[in-house]
């Protein structure tokens, strides 16, 4: 599998990272065996970077990923979170230090590559959001305080929040990375958002980020599911899913994904979701787009896809050309 600099981390990662998230939820409402076999087949397929937080099944998932990886005597580069809670926001330091003292306990682990702050950022920092200054006067010295300690070699945050704001905490808060949502719904950094999205003006963020050599990581590339163009979610996903940096509900994601179906009949992919992966990885900036499944299954055919590499640029155009 292709592997990718991860921005000014130096880290190379493959171009299709693991993500042990609640949306596919293998890695939190799967067997032990599934998971096992799981993380084993994403090894095989050269998969070198797994992303997980403490949220994903009150933590499950950081301990069954832990489990997986010492069964199979396996070390690929790991991330996790921290997610500030209301009660915690007058603790921000402590909570970050705490926060990660047990995911490295579930984990077993002594240390992470990667620790990714996982609240929105905003200029007014409404809860969840914390505002810029939040950001850099608290956060970023705990977080450097972690990097001292060999703790964590990195730290990031999640790309969600308002566009002037999380380019400011990039440009100043020396984050090494920064996941973003990123879908033939939303192309981050190729076409605004559509009107009356959470998310406004972040179509610029990705190439901002790339630019000031911030590893871009692509977040809900198959729009949580949806662009699969069925509704009908896996035995282990999770049941019910808002959309985040895409359309106005999971139907109306699901409706424009079967719009795109006449690319496939053409043959410019061989089904709707090697069709949102290849775009995704074609486009600049992305060094890894993270992806949730449900079953072994679901693993390999993504790996497939990937494999064939990004989309020819008249397909690319075509797609930007059909944008809600």
């Not at 850099?136 to 001292?148: E, H, N």
């Not at 600049?284 to 055919?301: C, F, K, N, R, W």
Request: glycine content about 12%; hydrophobic content about 45%; proline content about 6%.
């Amino acid at each position: 599998m292709e592997q990718r600099r991860l921005g000014r981390t130096g880290l190379s990662v493959s171009v299709l990272g693991y993500g042990c998230g609640a949306i596919g939820g293998l890695m939190v409402r799967g067997s032990a065996a599934e998971q096992d076999q799981a993380i084993g087949r994403a090894l095989d397929h050269g998969i070198t970077y797994f992303d997980t937080a403490p949220a994903y099944g009150d933590g499950a998932s950081e301990r069954n990923l832990g489990r997986a990886l010492r069964s199979l005597r396996a070390s690929p580069a790991i991330g996790t979170k921290v997610r500030i809670q209301p009660a915690e926001r007058g603790t921000i330091a402590a909570t970050i230090a705490r926060s990660l003292e047990a995911s490295l306990q579930r984990l077993g682990r002594d240390s992470v590559d990667l620790l990714q702050l996982h609240n929105p950022v905003t200029r007014v920092g409404e809860v969840p959001a914390f505002t810029p200054a939040q950001i850099l006067d608290q956060a970023v010295p705990a977080l450097q305080r972690l990097v001292q300690q060999g703790r964590i070699r990195w730290y990031g945050l999640t790309g969600i929040g308002e566009a002037p704001a999380l380019r400011q905490v990039l440009e100043e808060g020396g984050f090494a990375t920064a996941q973003m949502p990123c879908n033939l719904l939303n192309p981050s950094g190729v076409a605004p958002l559509p009107a009356g999205s959470a998310m406004p003006d972040l179509g610029q963020v990705i190439g901002h980020a790339a630019a000031a050599d911030v590893g871009v990581m692509a977040i809900r590339v198959l729009a949580g599911g949806a662009l699969s163009g069925s509704e009908v979610r896996g035995v282990h996903a999770a049941p019910t899913l808002s959309p985040i940096g895409s359309g106005a509900s999971y139907a109306a994601d699901v409706a424009f994904a079967r719009r795109l179906l006449p690319l496939v009949q053409d043959g410019h992919a061989a089904g709707l979701v090697e069709l949102a992966l290849r775009f995704v990885i074609g486009l600049p900036g992305i060094a890894t787009a993270l992806v949730g499944t449900t079953s072994v299954a679901e693993l390999d055919h993504a790996a497939a896809s990937i494999a064939k590499g990004p989309l020819p640029e008249v397909t690319q155009a075509m797609l930007a050309a059909l944008q809600p």
